[in-house]
């Protein structure tokens, strides 16, 4: 079995912007806001209410609602994703954001 080189760190908005996590592989979960003209990039609200543009590689192929989970590196200013997986509608409209953020703060608090 192999192992990625880099493990990806869960994330909230408010822990981005200390510049903790730049240059680190980070996962993220948000709500998508505006998307840009060329499809490529959009606003994510994260579940603390902060928000971080995401960059994309190939424009985006779908409509964007509901909750987003984003995968990438942050360089400081925003995300560059390498994924991001759409929740389906029966398991977002049970997601507590409050309850997950707390969650997200005691796994960090624990490294």
Known sequence: MQFPATSTVRVLGTMLLTHEYDHKDICVMGYPQEVANNSRQFTLKTTDQKNIQVVLSQPIAEHLEGMVQ???KFDGQRIQA???NKLLPELAGDFDDN???EAVKILRSNE
């Open 82 to 84: 390498q994924s991001y």
């Open 99 to 101: 309850t997950y953020n």
């Open 70 to 72: 984003v995968r990438g």
